[in-house]
């Protein structure tokens, strides 16, 4: 319950302000000093705003007790908690204050060392300990336990609030204070998430038996998959090049949808060689394929479903040049995200107003580690990223004909796009290209029809009689529980297929495609994608 006195405006008569990070900081301190505030203040911070003429008294000073062990003792003192923590509305607090000669503090600015920034920059071990910050977060949280009489700064772009307050209402208002207050929290509990997370690391604990989870809002977004759900983008604060790395160069805000079909096909794009393209809609891959420029590398993807590729996410695992970036915008696309455009691709792209356009600097590892978290009813789901690849050395040929080279080259380029399509799912592939792709499927034989069906609507789009999928090859996520979704991929024209293996039927399974003369390779590993 929210006493009448500290529901009132709370003048700031004694500031504390030790910072890592000085941005703002002198406009803070005029800001009080205007306002008849004295400054407390440590190190460097203190040393900047006696630079710039404005009075301030050293912590050691205020205490009667110097800073020791290198600055790590320093404000975990009496004088300073006691003067944090003290409720001004109870008696026996005031008179314990006065008995001890502890003055109280209406503001506290602590901003963290930089742990999180040390150990992205790939610091030893005894640089990131010594930045894990000890008396920050004391300080913080003793100002936000006690918020009805203290306001907490946590982050430069705090102050300009604050400076508006001590301005216009002469003091702090509750409702800044308690706000402050649940940020404050938010990031030490974000701290100690990536303190947690190292110590994890180095003990090479992926799962650990607490697992926190951290991000910091990027921007509240219009609505979520529907109109009806709020939304929000967050960072997590790691390296890894993608959505929230890139910058957008031009187009309207992003949407959920956008961002997660965009995360979906620039994920994809990264794990070719060769100049690629992954067209996406609805987080499923609808054409995929590698060739000698990207414009080529787009009309091979395009030709696998230009109906699904209407409205949809382009990924692209070179600078854009300006010849792809012309096809690319003859169609309506939502987003096109690579690592880099050139010039001449950034102005054919400008004419489209609103498609976004996403530059990353670089392409996400494939083989990179990780951890995916999923929401599920009273809990999360988390598990280690899909880095699994195979290679032709890790296939074993299970019937009478081995595949050629070239059905080879496209089986592989199958099953690493099979990776990324949503289970049930089946890929067609000729010569680097998709030429038909089934997902989502209760059952893996209508993710085959499906995706030869579509290949014939892609074939006579195109002008040709023949199904794109005749003298394909096929990939399969899972092995085939029963050989009517190889007979199917048989009937689609296939000459070759890949699959994890693993059923219990897998000699009749094997027996089909000797009875067709198709070649079959197992993988032993699976790309479930639910």
């Given amino acids: 319950m929210t006493s009448a006195t500290s529901s009132s405006i709370v003048p700031v008569r004694r500031a504390l302000i030790s910072v890592s990070d000085k941005a703002g900081l002198l406009d803070l301190a005029h800001a009080l000093v205007a306002a008849g505030a004295e400054i407390l203040s440590t190190g460097g911070s203190a040393k900047a705003i006696r630079e710039a003429g404005l009075p301030v008294t050293d912590v050691s000073d205020h205490t009667g007790f110097p800073e020791i062990m290198d600055g ?113 929290y938010a990031r030490t509990a974000a701290y100690d998430a990536a303190i947690a997370a190292w110590f994890a690391g180095q003990r090479d604990d992926v799962l650990p038996e607490r697992l926190s989870v951290a991000g910091l809002r990027r921007e509240s977004l219009r609505y979520g998959e529907n109109p009806h759900q709020q939304a929000a983008f967050y960072a997590d604060g790691t390296t890894r090049p993608g959505v929230a790395t890139a910058r957008q160069v031009q187009g309207k805000a992003l949407s959920y949808n956008n961002l997660n079909d965009t995360d979906a096909a620039f994920e994809a794009v990264a794990e070719f060689d060769r100049p690629s393209v992954v067209i996406v809609k609805h987080a499923n891959p609808c054409g995929v394929a590698s060739a000698e420029t990207l414009s080529a590398a787009w009309d091979l993807a395009l030709r696998c479903d230009p109906v699904s590729a209407f409205g949809g996410i382009v990924a692209l695992n070179r600078t854009l040049d300006e010849d792809a970036a012309a096809r690319i915008a003859a169609i309506f696309t939502e987003v096109i995200v690579a690592p880099d455009a050139t010039d001449g691709a950034r102005a054919v792209l400008a004419k489209k107003k609103n ?176």
Avoid: W
């Fill in 72 to 184: 790590r003792v320093k404000t975990l003192v009496p004088q300073i908690h006691g003067g944090i923590l003290a409720r001004r509305d109870l008696p026996a607090h005031v008179a314990q204050m006065e008995e001890h000669s502890i003055a109280p503090i209406d503001l506290v600015a602590v901003n963290l060392y930089p742990f999180e920034a040390t150990v992205a920059s790939g610091a030893g071990a005894d640089d990131c300990i010594e930045n894990i910050d000890i008396g920050g977060p004391a300080l913080i949280r003793a100002a936000a336990k006690n918020h009805d009489h203290v306001v907490i700064l946590t982050d430069p772009a705090q102050y300009a609030a604050i400076i508006e307050n001590l301005s216009a209402d002469k003091g702090t208002t509750l409702q800044t204070r308690r706000t402050l207050a649940g940020a404050a």
């Fill in 355 to 530: 498609l976004r356009l996403l530059l990353t600097g670089a392409l996400p590892d494939p083989a990179e580690g990780g951890v995916v978290v999923r929401s599920v009813a009273g809990g999360f789901l988390a598990q280690t990223r899909d880095n699994g690849r195979v290679a032709a050395a890790d296939l074993k040929v299970v019937t009478k004909r081995a595949p050629t080279e070239r059905e080879l080259a496209d089986l592989l380029f199958s099953f690493r796009v099979a990776k990324h399509v949503k289970s049930n799912a089946i890929v067609y592939v000729r010569d680097g290209a998709t030429v038909g792709i089934g997902a989502g499927q209760m059952s893996r034989v209508d993710s085959a029809r499906i995706a030869a069906s579509k290949s014939g609507e892609a074939a006579r789009a195109a002008g040709q009689t023949q199904a794109l999928t005749h003298g394909s090859v096929a990939a399969s996520d899972a092995f085939f529980p029963f050989a009517d979704g190889l007979e199917t991929i048989v009937a689609a024209g296939a000459t070759a297929v890949i699959q994890p293996g693993g059923s219990i039927r897998d000699d009749e399974v094997i027996a089909a495609a000797d009875a067709a003369g198709i070649a079959m390779v197992f993988t032993g590993m699976r790309h479930f994608r639910h």
